[in-house]
């Protein structure tokens, strides 16, 4: 199979099922911010973490990929389709979502509560964990806008949701495994 088509030299890409819409389409917007965001797990999975990190970033990879894919799919077509054949996918459900609640848990019984916003940064690996909790933050945006266009499954905004703030506790729990001292945010400025 070549990678090049040129099918989209025009400025159009398909989407499963064989509909060509613009490539600055919000669905495309939405998968393709998916795409940017499933890089950076990977590029934060490439950090100096423990192993135990790592493969919940692995399976956070494989599932953005689902993610993608649920919304690549055209929705007036009933099933995902590649070259006439049925593309099968298992769609995100509410156990992902409840999966990543757990490791949120699993993370929080070791850090100490909150008390202020946190200025991201410390170590590469927790800035690395902050960028992509935001480019989460933009996904979850992006598809949000899309859902007000078209129908888009529950369960990948409340993922999405959930990833973020996964990403946000695990930056915690990264800073305190490397001994970074988190910068609290004080709004209050000293008068000059």
């Given at each position: ?6 099918t989209g030299d025009s400025g159009t890409t398909g989407l499963f099922g064989g509909t060509r819409v ?123 806008l899309l859902g007000e266009q078209s129908p888009v499954a529950p369960e990948i905004l409340a993922y999405l949701n959930r990833l973020s703030d996964y990403l946000f506790v695990l930056a915690r ?20």
């Open positions: 199979m070549k990678i090049y088509t040129k613009p490539k600055h389409h919000f669905r495309i917007q939405s998968y393709g911010t998916l795409d940017e965001l499933n890089s950076w797990v990977g590029m934060l999975r490439d950090q100096p973490i423990a192993e135990m990190h790592r493969e919940q970033l692995l399976q956070v990879q494989h599932l953005l990929f689902t993610a993608g894919a649920m919304l690549a799919v055209d929705p007036e077509k009933a099933a995902l389709k590649k070259g006439g054949s049925r593309l099968q996918i298992t769609p995100l459900m509410e156990a992902d979502v409840e999966g990543l609640e757990r490791a949120i848990d699993a993370l929080e019984v070791s850090l100490p509560p909150m008390t202020h916003f946190i200025l991201p940064g410390g170590h590469p690996s927790v800035s690395t964990c902050h960028i992509t909790r935001t480019v989460c933050r933009r996904a979850e945006r992006m598809t949000t729990k990264l800073s305190a495994e490397v001994g970074a001292h988190e910068i609290k945010w004080i709004p209050e400025r000293k008068q000059e």
